[in-house]
């Protein structure tokens, strides 16, 4: 998958900005956001950058077609549905389904940003550590990178039913975090941007590991491209 967005990706995003902050910020982020190009309004699923069977033995190729050509392409068509239902809300002064549209905003805008930092931030002939600034960071808020793995996998590994371990960027107290998602959009907290992510959720494992979720884990260690990691880490902690 390509780190930069296409043009229209890069107008569409800016119409999330009115109603997701984080996610706005990362669209912005990642996107470089340009003004706004009336009319222009569907995300559409990034490419992967990689062949869907690069990631074996870690992942098989089965399980990244349908990850990212089904359920990630899932979360781009609710979002867009979600942001069309908001503004037709808008055009009509409607806002009785208010509830359930935030929540489908929330749900969908957390499924498309973490899945793009999941596919846009493993590879093949990844894994080891990260160096430079990001490994420096990570030594003085986890202790050393051990520390931090442990902390990270094991939060992976525990994360009750569907969802996500995620390595954050928090720019208020600008530290690393570490936290678990549960869905997309729980137990996050206001602010912190993803750097990278581990999708816990069945349907990123299970055909090749079944219920050995900790398996999974372990072996996603081998995948992660470091380098996509600290170049996000330098973008959001400057
Ligand atoms: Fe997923």
């Known amino acids: 998958m390509k780190d930069e967005l296409s043009r229209r990706e890069v107008i569409s995003g800016v119409g999330v900005v009115a109603t997701a902050g984080i996610l706005s910020q990362f669209l912005a982020t990642e996107a470089h956001a340009q003004p706004k190009e009336p009319g222009v309004f569907a995300h559409q699923l990034p490419p992967l950058s990689y062949a869907e069977d690069a990631l074996e033995p870690v992942i098989d190729k089965e399980t990244v077609k349908i990850h990212h050509g089904k359920h990630f392409d899932g979360y ?64 003085r808020d986890f202790g050393s990178f051990e520390t931090f793995w442990k902390q990270f996998a094991t939060a992976s590994k525990d994360v009750e039913a569907s969802g996500w371990g995620v390595l954050a960027w928090e720019p208020f107290s600008k530290r690393l975090v570490i936290m678990q998602a549960e869905k997309h959009q729980n137990l996050t907290s206001w602010g912190a941007m993803p750097l990278m992510v581990c999708d816990v959720w069945e349907h990123a494992y299970y055909l090749k590991y079944q219920n050995r979720r900790a398996e999974y884990v372990d072996a996603f260690a081998n995948i992660i491209d470091w380098k996509k990691v600290e170049e996000r880490f330098e973008r959001y902690s400057k």
């Open 76 to 139: 781009i068509k609710g979002l867009n549905a979600a942001l069309e239902k908001l503004e037709k809300a808008r055009i009509e002064g409607n806002f009785d389904n208010i509830k359930a549209l935030s929540r489908d905003l929330a749900f969908n805008g957390s499924g498309v940003v973490l899945h793009w930092i999941y596919f846009s931030t493993i590879g093949p002939k990844a894994g080891g550590a990260p160096s430079g600034k990001l490994a420096d960071a990570i030594k």
